[in-house]
C-alpha cells in the first residue's frame, strides 16, 4: 500500500516556478506532520518545509524561505510545496515525509526537479 505519492516534479529555467504535489492515505494526513525534503546528487538529504499535523504551523529551511510555500487540501488529503523563483541550487530529488518530533516514519518514492540556469 502506497502511503504516500508525489507528483509535480520536472525541468524549469531558473526564476520559474513548480508545484508539487504529495498525496497521503488518510490515515497518514490526519495524524502526521507532512514535511518535504529534498536530495542533491552527492548530498545529504535536507529538510525543506514541514507543516504540523493540525495545518497551523509550517517551518521552512533558510535557503527556500520567502520562496517556497507548503499548504495543504484536508478533501483531498494532499499537500504541496510551491516553488517560486527556483535556482539552479533547488536540483534536487524531492521527497515527501510524515512523521512526529521523534521523526519521520514515511516516505514518498521522491520527483526529480531539475532547474536550469
Known amino acids: 500500500q502506497v502511503e504516500l505519492a508525489e507528483s509535480g516534479g520536472g525541468l524549469v529555467q531558473a526564476g520559474g516556478s513548480l508545484r508539487l504535489s504529495c498525496a497521503a492515505s488518510?490515515?497518514?494526513?490526519?495524524?502526521?506532520?507532512m514535511g518535504w525534503f529534498r536530495q542533491a546528487p552527492g548530498t545529504e538529504r535536507e529538510f525543506v518545509a514541514v507543516m504540523s499535523w493540525s495545518g497551523d504551523t509550517t517551518k521552512y529551511a533558510d535557503s527556500v524561505k520567502g520562496r517556497f510555500t507548503i499548504s495543504r487540501d484536508k478533501a483531498k488529503n494532499t499537500v504541496y510545496l510551491q516553488m517560486n523563483s527556483l535556482k539552479p541550487e533547488d536540483t534536487a530529488v524531492y521527497y515527501c515525509a510524515a512523521g512526529g518530533s521523534w521523526g519521520y516514519d514515511y516516505w514518498g518514492q521522491g520527483t526529480q526537479v531539475t532547474v536550469s540556469s
Open positions: 488518510e490515515r497518514i494526513f490526519s495524524s502526521y506532520a
